[in-house]
């Protein structure tokens, strides 16, 4: 039967939420194969990862060793190569992280399979796939294919593919040795350094009030910092926003910022270039507020408000404290 092998990817006892993207993502391509889902999960010391992992797959291929407590390509490479060259996969799915960007082309090169990386878009096309990957800084989106024969390798956008729950697999966790020895390595891990995190992570925020060049001038911006508080949301804001340095670069949404997937945006003042777009496609619900009738961010937006920011806004919390009195 064919398969697909999808990576997990794990930091300091967690799983990270790209590996639900791309299991959510290997589902569905599966379904419309006839293939069945594996996933791939390195270390040392995590069972308790694979069984949270096992609803979501038909297998977990669990491979324990000490050299694989933390990522090394190198380790990581030794062991996906044998892994792979044994289950014969149709496709092998990694998420386009400082980690799938590490260790995809490489195996992909050592292992001579097709490799289309930093994909927005896949789907079933025949025997091969149809891909979705955007071109000079989000411009352009590109249909892509492969010219030849699978099996194939495609690394996934983090954040471009929604989590979609299905009903639970009877998974099975199979302990595979690990292929490593006590040969010398290029690389080795020295220490996790923690990187510098700001006020808030909007990657992380149910609720997000966006603000672009609209806002004219940084001494508006409380204005909005306001409403996001009464949302019980965060503050976030387009690359203009930045460039000006209204706002810390740690707030930025789109494709040279963060991509954020909450269950409501407001963007406000916000044009909707599609480089602010591809950030923030994700979200369950977006309300948009521009006095622009024909801005972009209408395209986008489930509801729409063609209104000055400086009038809506200061009306929309009035009515907010009324429904928060009663």
Known sequence: MKKIIALAEHRQGE???????????????????????????????????????????????LVEDDRLEAFNSETYQKVLTQLITERKPSLTLIGHTAMGMDIAPALAVQLKMPLATDCIGVDVAGESFALTRQLYGGKVNAAVSFRKNGPYMITLRSGGFPVVEKEAFPGEIVSIPSPLTDEG??????????????????????????????????ENIPLVKELADMLGGALSCSRPVVDKKWLPKDRQVGTSGKTVKPKVYVAIGISGAFQHVAGMKGAGTVIAINKDPKAPIFSVANYGIVADLFKFVPVLKEKLKELKKS
Do not use: C
Request: proline residues 1%; charged residues 30%; hydrophobic residues 50%.
């Open 15 to 61: 799983l990270r939420d790209i590996t639900w993207e791309v299991l959510s993502k290997g589902r569905q391509l599966a379904e419309g194969m006839g293939a069945e889902v594996e996933v791939a999960l390195l270390g040392k010391g995590v069972k308790k990862l694979a069984e949270a992992l096992k609803p979501k797959a038909n297998r977990v291929l």
């Open 185 to 218: 390595l290029a690389k080795r891990f020295l220490q996790y350094v923690e990187a510098a995190v700001g006020e808030v992570d909007i990657t992380q925020a149910d609720v997000l009030v966006s603000v672009g060049r609209g806002i004219k001038e940084a």
